[in-house]
């Protein structure tokens, strides 16, 4: 009955599945017994809706079967994925009703497919935006409900090389072919074979790869490049000590701070940090607002924040953040003008959370950014010329159109190429000073990446402090040779420039590599015949 849902079962389907032997005198007079006793022992006697098709009341009875396939209507994956435990009535057996087992079988079979495809459309998703790990743990989630399952296996396994990490990508494999060597008595999936040997000779541990899918949503929007591979620090001048991997590895080395250390970086972090309650009044904020807003702590506690922001940018600012806290949107993210009571403007980028209390939201958690030099920078770059005025390289619509030919041209050789992104970082190097050094900055950081790479590369200018570059000929395992090289470019080209600091760089990169299966469905689409879900 459940599985029939509001349409309901026929009572004649009902008898032929549970009682086939019997009479049909002798069955009915069962059934009604049984209907009878359910409710009593329910203690729910509008537990069957009214009329002659067999149903369940939907207003007093309620089950994760029916969750399960609402869910799946209204195409909220996530829900569906998180309401699926395990398999349809598992365990559970009806010796002497073999049509009854049929049944039940073909319907384990049909929820667990439906279950099977929404963790694998979740998945591919994430995949898709370039969040693997995401992807990965999606995969290990279906690797749970189907060990045995190459389809799973495959997921994982390119999931987890498209983090870089591709060491776990083959102990799991491993793995994976002794179970199925342990309880089937097989080899390992052909297709899945192929992927471990291309994934064993062709690619270091540590190499990020992405897929055209990818590669086409990076050319639309490269803010998507964070969730690559990134490794980033402060570049040095060259007179500036330690090295920025030694930096880097002092950081993480570094015990987690006090509960004391915690205040006092809040307090002296450069970003504005504040809370509000759910009127909107500060309920705290740090030094940095203080400077911000030009006003002692004392006068700012108690004050709507909206009176600072710039008259224009009010109703939508406010409207964003009533829908948050009314959907329970985790986070939004939002620029605007924020005017000080002297009447000088600055451009905030904010990231503001809810903050829950016994899972009530009880005010917001806001972190904000100066974004006033890039929003300068902004209005000061032509996107629609083919090149950059400022540092003569290419435009974004430029470099998309160059590297979707690039990507045709690696699909037909299969020979891949490195796909790098550089941020520079500006606050700390230029806070206070003008836009003109800001922009020297940029054009010496522009000749230093174009110093590292060789004519035959892609280089663009793709946001006021962001490059991309299509390094055509660097290979797999190249990736940390080029990020040093960049380094080492830049500061040259900071210090020819006679500025006395360097920005900091964020340099992210990932390895397009043709011969990789764009999808699970893409590697199961080839290759041996299709013989599982």
Partial sequence: LVSRGTRGVARDHVLLYLWPESTAKK??????????????????????????????????FRCDHWDFEEALARR?????????????????????APEFEDWMEGERARLAQRYFQVVITLAERADERGEHRAAAEWWWTLTGHDPLSS??????????????????ALAFAKSHAELISRELGVAVDERVSKLVHHLTHSHPANVVLVTEPQITRLLVDPAASDLFSSAAGQLQHPSGGESQRAGN????????????????????????????DLQGRFTYTNAAGEKLLQLPRGEIIGRPFVDFV????????????????????????????????????????????????DGKTVGILAIGRDVTLRKQLERSLHRGD???????????????ILVEHRVADAVRTGRGFLLIFVTVELQAAVAGTSVELS????????????????????????EPQKFAI????????????????????????????????????????????PQMPSSVDALFSVGSPASER
């Fill in 470 to 513: 299509a390094a055509i000929g660097a290979g797999r395992g190249q990736h940390e040779v080029v990020h040093d090289r960049i380094t080492k470019s830049v500061a040259a080209e900071i210090q020819r420039s006679g500025l006395q600091v360097g920005p900091a760089l964020h340099i992210s990169a990932a390895f397009f590599d």
């Fill in 151 to 168: 389809i799973a296996a495959a997921g994982l396994i390119t999931a987890l090389a498209s983090t870089g990490d591709t060491g776990a």
């Fill in 27 to 60: 069955a009915r007079n069962t059934l009604n017994q049984t209907l009878y006793a359910l409710r009593r022992d329910l203690h729910e006697p509008l537990l069957f809706a009214r009329g002659p098709t067999l149903r369940l009341n939907p207003t007093v």
């Fill in 76 to 96: 909220d994956l996530e829900a569906g994925a998180s309401i699926y435990q395990g398999p349809f009535l598992d365990q559970f057996t009806l010796p002497g």
């Fill in 249 to 276: 590895r002092q950081a993480t080395e570094t015990p987690p701070p006090s509960g004391e250390m915690f205040e006092s970086m809040v307090e002296t972090a450069v970003d504005l940090i504040y809370t509000t």
């Fill in 310 to 357: 710039r008259s224009d940018f009010r109703h939508p600012l406010t409207d964003l953040y009533m829908r948050q806290v009314t959907q329970g949107i985790p986070v939004t993210y939002f620029e605007f003008p924020v005017t000080s009571p002297a009447g000088v403007a600055q451009w905030i980028g904010q990231h503001v959370q809810l903050v829950l209390r």
């Fill in 439 to 462: 922009e020297k900055m940029i054009a010496a950081a522009a000749a230093g990446v174009v110093a590292a790479f060789r004519r035959s590369d892609i280089i663009a200018r793709v």
């Fill in 386 to 400: 083919l090149h950059d005025r400022a540092t003569r390289l290419l435009t974004a619509p430029v470099f998309r």
